[in-house]
């Protein structure tokens, strides 16, 4: 498996604040994930990396930003965080080596409270 | 992305077989069929792909309709660990460059 961390695991915040998650891989893969689910959704994708600088918005960007400026970091921050913020964040690392597994390879989360 | 259509909720019982059914009648004739799931607490993870056959792994075997717009996931001996939300996914193999598309999946109940 594709060694992938997030940090902190768990955070509570103010709202108003600024937030930054940290997602950390092992093993170089090009493509990184911020997903955010919350009560009765599936996960949803916040923005994503195809490489070191770049990064596209995905389906719920709003109110957050992102930095890759390693390959082996992928940083998601609340510029301020709201309430409506409060979730649990996964990352993900797209491998295409192993085309065995399907893809795609997810970090354990962090859980995120805006009070 | 391609919709895939699943029932919110199943439930079965310990040791016995389990079949998840995913309704995806527009799918493109590129996309895969993925499966994950997510235990309680945990991130998704891998279980199962396939395209147009069969496909049997250690974790599980997935049917494909010889149309291809349904697909069933088939846990052979249902565990409680088992107990979980899977989720049928379409696209590329490894995905888009845009991650996978998450519907809300079915969530598995395993009565011991």
């Keep these: 498996d594709a060694g992938i961390t997030q940090s902190p695991r768990h955070k509570v915040t103010e709202t108003g604040t600024p937030v930054t998650l940290r997602c950390h891989q092992t093993e170089n893969h090009r493509y990184m994930y911020w997903y955010r689910q919350d009560p009765g959704h599936g996960l949803r994708l916040i923005h994503y990396s195809y490489g070191v600088k770049d990064t596209d918005k995905g389906e719920v960007s709003d109110g957050y930003s992102v930095s890759r400026s390693k390959t082996e970091d992928f940083l998601l921050t609340l510029e301020s965080a709201t309430s409506s913020q409060t979730s649990v964040y996964f990352c993900a690392i797209r491998e295409i080596r192993d085309r065995r597994r399907g893809g795609y390879t997810f970090g354990s989360g962090t859980r995120l409270t805006v009070v | ?112």
């Design chain 2, 1 to 112: 992305d391609a919709k895939t259509t699943q029932p919110n909720s199943m439930e079965s019982n310990e040791e016995e077989p389990v079949h998840l059914p995913c309704n995806h009648s527009t799918i493109s004739g590129t996309d895969y069929i993925h499966w994950y799931r997510q235990l309680p607490s945990q991130g998704p993870e891998y279980v199962i792909h396939g395209l147009t056959s069969n496909v049997n792994n250690r974790m599980a075997s997935l049917a494909i309709a010889e149309d291809r717009k349904s697909s069933t996931l088939i846990l052979h001996r249902a565990t409680l660990r088992d107990a979980a939300v899977y989720y049928c996914i379409l696209g590329l193999l490894g995905g888009g460059a845009d991650g996978l598309t998450f519907g809300k999946g079915t969530h598995l109940i395993i009565q011991p």
